[in-house]
């Protein structure tokens, strides 16, 4: 399936970016730059808890027209998160298995999970070493989340082992929902 035929006609202009605490999640500011570039109205980013220690929010932050949701009070997501495309990207291991079991214990999970129940579309980029790719749980839960309607974007190794897909075919996985 295309990822125009994966659109099915939902468009929007909301884009979240959910970002886990891995070493890729340095790439979340050039993501983020990208998703403003890319024409969405609204570019919000949720970092999950341990986010913080890879990726400062106020250099998430000092992104224009990126606004940056820590807090389940936050204006920009109350009453309830407005729909909108959700890249979680990069996806650790354990932000990947926790997902793929329903376990929403952060504002990060909650969103993303909310968005797979309301079948808004979830772009899951996992950034996994060979080892936690190759563990059975990563492996159960790279199979179950498709089932849900999520799409996997899968981890690309040029030579140095699997690490988080490149910018440009993230961006591209989130592009067909843009509302033009």
Request: net charge positive; charged share 15%.
């Amino acid at each position: 399936m295309s990822h125009g035929d994966a659109a099915g006609g939902q468009a929007f202009e909301i884009c979240y970016l959910i970002l886990s605490g891995t070493t890729t999640a340095a790439r979340c500011p050039e993501l983020l730059r990208g998703l403003v570039g890319l024409g969405f109205a609204t570019v919000i980013a949720i970092p999950t808890p341990n986010a913080a220690r890879v990726v400062a929010p106020r250099e998430l932050a000092d992104i224009e027209r990126v606004q940056v949701v820590q807090s389940y009070f936050d204006l920009a997501i109350r009453p309830r998160p407005p729909r909108g495309v959700v890249l979680f990207a990069p996806c650790s291991f354990k932000s990947l298995n926790k997902l793929a079991q329903g376990i929403a214990d952060n504002l990060a999970l909650s969103v993303a999970a909310e968005a797979i129940g309301r079948s808004t579309p979830v772009i899951v980029a996992p950034s996994l070493n060979a080892p936690l790719l190759n563990h059975p749980q990563a492996r159960a839960s790279l199979r179950v989340l498709p089932d849900w309607g999520v799409t996997i974007v899968p981890p690309v190794d040029e030579g140095e082992g699997p690490r988080l897909a490149p910018s440009a075919i993230l961006l591209d996985a989130v592009r067909p929902y843009l509302r033009r």
